[in-house]
């Protein structure tokens, strides 16, 4: 089972980008799926979350501005974020919720002017 998250970069603040997580195998089909974000010297979070019929949920620190999607075909997990925060430069990364944990390699998201 592999999880491989892409389309990060950099970003000023106030920005927008879109995260993709391809999945493979079964975690994508039968779970409930997350993105999480990890900053230097902070502990991993939860910022966003999917169940496989498509409900999602939040934290207050992100809600109405990140959106989660799954296309269940594709066994591809996106996020979509908006009015980035130089507080929100971390690598993120896509995995079951809870997670298995697979974790994968992440990908890097800066915030910064």
């Known amino acids: 089972v592999q999880l491989q998250a892409s389309g990060g970069g950099l970003v000023q603040p106030g920005g927008s980008l879109r995260l993709s997580c391809v999945a493979s195998g079964s975690i994508f089909r039968f779970n409930a799926m997350g993105w999480y974000r990890q900053a230097p010297g902070k502990q991993r979070e939860l910022v966003a979350r999917?169940?496989?019929?498509?409900?999602?949920n939040y934290p207050d620190s992100v809600k109405g501005r990140f959106t989660i999607s799954r296309d269940n075909a594709k066994r591809t997990v996106s996020l979509q974020m908006n009015s980035l925060k130089p507080e929100e430069t971390a690598v993120y990364y896509c995995d079951s919720e809870p997670p298995a944990p697979l974790w994968g390699q992440g990908t890097q998201v800066t915030v910064s002017s």
């Open positions: 999917i169940t496989t019929g498509g409900s999602t």
